[in-house]
């Protein structure tokens, strides 16, 4: 009963040997697994010091047994590497109670005819405390006529008994008050005091007898109420009302007696009246006297001891000891190893012998496993790795069976959480994305979402998106895309021309929101896909204001080759592919055009056109949907070949050295042989 706070024990230093072996013992900490919501003892986490938490009564915490103890476990944090020890803490009784009578004053009546040697039992005195304070002698004050023997019950209990040790004589003094004291044998020893009045009362003929002094009874705890125990005869060889013997508990017994059992007056039938518990009173001792209806009879004393016979009554009960409180929930991390701490498991049978022997079981699940640590003391372990993400919780049952006939069993469930780690990366469904947006889209305009999925929970599985840097013609990606950072979704941040790039690749990343954070990439393909935005530009032959001048010769047959129109289309595919045709002009068949090569042939002979200028009109359409076309005016010189020598054809060759391609050709040419 020391000041609360008062250290017990520090186990930091008690195990410190055991704590040495640990990878790291400096970083160990400590946890009680206690039962109740206020503990007597409590247990520092940083060292493992035990301290009294609350007033602790060793009389009240254990009555009088002589053994009492405060058990319970401790475990070591972080659970990867868990040592379990149990803590056994003795509680010492002080003698701080003084035996005690049930009664200030206890009246006893004697036969003056009571032959020397008669007892009479006492009432007894009671002292919670126990060892040396418990209840150790009587004393009587001093007197010529009484004297005490001092006895022990069947459990240990003492008390004593008034032994007459001379003749008594009514006439020469008819009572006594003699002083009845209690001592125990503590230090300071302490003591409690009844009187006792003793009456001297005429001498009666016969006093009842009873047939033995003593009986030994066995009662099984699961008598009903009612059983009869025994059938008590007491005889008197007097007649009448001197004869009849009336039955009765004598009257020091204690209430618990009178509160379980009842004797019948008349027939003395010792009945059961409340059911018994071997768990909690294994024996019974009863003083029954039996005395007759006559003036001044002498009770008769009988000694009747029930043994309590245990039957397999009581279930076996189990408790569960998890981390978390106040819940029947386990909390274990799918990281965990194997053989990590779940729960720590104590089952108890207030039964003795085979019914109170437990056999434990765990039902539930290969994952976990049940291994005995002491006595009825067993811990659940880990048995494999576990995956949150192919089942996050556990229903697992304990199931405790005693070997008694027939068994009685009791069954506890609890669930097992899994808690959640970084474990999985964000994962697309392809790492490769080939995307199509036509050209000339709009800035803004969504192209596509891609997705990332993370089976974790929480931030382990909130995914965000980003683009890595990378260029494109001198230019930074994300001048040309963004990504939304919370749903993956792509948009374009520019009008895209598929004159100028026809392939945009770059790279996503998602990564979680964990610790360590996991990240995946994904490569993003987007085709820019033509538009017929492009109309064919005539280059061969040159023209100016649309209109070009061509000189034929005069005596140009049919099937001359005038000229050939060269047109290109900076869109591609079906949108580059050109035509060519006569749109005016040839009303008479002069010419005719070939409209893939766009060649012009005559299709007549010149020399029927002296000095004439013929005009035709063409048209150069691409494939496109909706097709583009060019047009142009074609002014034909038709003239002698000596007009031609004399420069006549000057245009026609102008036109010819001013081919745009070639002068293109030329100048790259000559740009390299200066850069070279």
């Known amino acids: 009963e020391q000041m609360v706070g008062t250290v017990v024990a ?11 072996k640990l990878p790291n013992p400096n970083s160990v900490r400590f946890r009680a697994m206690q039962r109740g919501s206020s503990p007597l003892l409590t247990v520092r986490e940083d060292n493992g010091e035990i301290s009294i938490g609350a007033k602790i009564d060793r009389e009240q915490l254990c009555q009088k047994n002589s053994n009492c103890s405060i058990e319970f476990d401790v475990i070591t944090l972080p659970t990867q ?24 004053l206890i009246p006893i009546e004697i036969s003056e005819s009571a032959a020397v040697g008669t007892r009479i039992p006492l009432d007894s005195a009671f002292d ?30 003492k008390y004593a008994e008034l032994v007459v040790i001379r003749d008594l004589d009514r006439e020469l003094q008819s009572g006594y008050d003699l002083q009845l004291t209690a001592y125990d044998n503590g230090v300071p020893q302490r003591y409690g005091s009844s009187l006792l009045k003793i009456s001297i009362s005429d001498s009666n003929d016969n006093s009842p007898a009873f047939e033995k002094p003593s009986y030994v009874v066995q009662l099984p705890e699961n008598s009903p109420m009612g059983t009869l125990l025994l059938d008590l005869n007491a ?19 204690p209430p618990k007696i009178t ?15 409340k059911p018994v518990d071997y768990e909690t009173t294994k024996s019974y001792e009863i003083d029954v006297q039996a ?10 004393h009988c000694k009747i001891i029930i043994n309590v016979v245990d039957v397999n009554d009581n279930k076996p009960e189990i408790n569960i000891n998890l981390m978390s409180t106040g819940k029947e929930i386990a909390y274990i991390s799918e990281g965990a190893p194997l053989d990590t701490f779940v729960a720590l498991v104590r089952v108890q049978d207030k039964d003795s012998g085979l019914n109170g022997e437990i056999v434990v079981r765990l039902h ?3 994952q976990f496993k049940l291994q005995k640590t002491y006595e009825n003391n067993y811990l ?7 995956d949150r993400e192919k089942r996050s919780e556990y229903s697992l049952t304990v199931i405790a069976e005693d070997r008694g006939v027939p068994s009685l069993s009791t069954v506890k469930h609890f669930a097992v959480q899994i808690i959640d780690e970084n474990d999985n990366p964000p994962r697309f469904p392809t790492n490769r994305y080939e995307i199509v947006i036509v050209e000339n889209n709009s800035p803004g305009a969504h192209i596509t979402s891609v997705r990332a999925t993370d089976p974790d929970q929480a931030e382990n599985g909130q995914v965000t998106y980003t683009i890595l840097e990378s260029s494109i013609q001198s230019s930074t990606i994300t001048s040309y895309v963004t990504i939304d950072p919370s749903n993956g979704a792509l948009y374009a941040l520019r009008a895209f021309d598929h004159e100028e790039v026809n392939q945009i690749v770059f790279v996503v990343q998602a990564r979680d929101g964990g610790v360590p954070q996991l990240v995946t990439n994904a490569t993003v393909i987007l085709t820019v896909v033509d538009e017929n935005d492009n109309s064919p530009v005539i280059v061969v032959p040159v023209l100016n204001n649309n209109t070009a001048e061509i000189t034929i010769p005069k005596d140009a047959e049919i099937g001359y080759l005038v000229t050939t129109i060269k047109a290109t289309d900076r869109d591609s595919g079906m949108n580059s592919e050109l035509d060519c045709s006569i749109t005016a002009g040839n009303e008479h068949n002069i010419f005719i055009m070939d409209p893939r090569s766009c060649e012009i042939y005559t299709n007549m002979s010149m020399d029927i056109f002296p000095n004439q200028l013929l005009d035709l009109h063409i048209s150069v359409q691409d494939r496109g949907n909706p097709p583009r076309t060019t047009k142009a005016h074609l002014r034909f010189n038709i003239m002698d070949l000596i007009e031609i020598a004399e420069g006549t054809q000057e245009p026609y060759v102008k036109q010819s050295s001013m081919d745009v391609s070639m002068i293109i050709i030329i100048s790259l040419g000559a740009i390299c042989a200066v850069l070279l």
């Open 81 to 104: 590497h868990l040592q379990l020890f149990h803590i056994e803490v003795q509680v010492l009784d002080i003698n701080d109670n003084a035996p005690h009578f049930s009664r200030a």
């Open 380 to 386: 659940i372990l880990t048995n494999s790795t576990l």
């Open 128 to 157: 919670p405390d126990v060892g040396d304070n418990s209840l150790f002698t009587y004393s009587l004050s001093p007197n010529a006529y009484f004297s005490i023997e001092v006895k022990s019950r069947s459990d240990g209990a």
């Open 10 to 20: 520090r186990l930091a230093e008690d195990v410190a040997d055991v704590l040495s």
């Open 259 to 273: 509160e379980t059992f009842k004797i019948d007056p008349e027939s003395g039938q010792l009945t059961v009246i």
């Open 291 to 300: 005395q007759d209806m006559g003036p001044n009879s002498i009770p008769a």
């Open 364 to 366: 539930g699940h290969g």
């Open 235 to 253: 005889t008197d060889p007097d007649e009448g009302a001197n004869g009849k013997v009336v039955y009765s508990f004598s009257s020091h017994v």
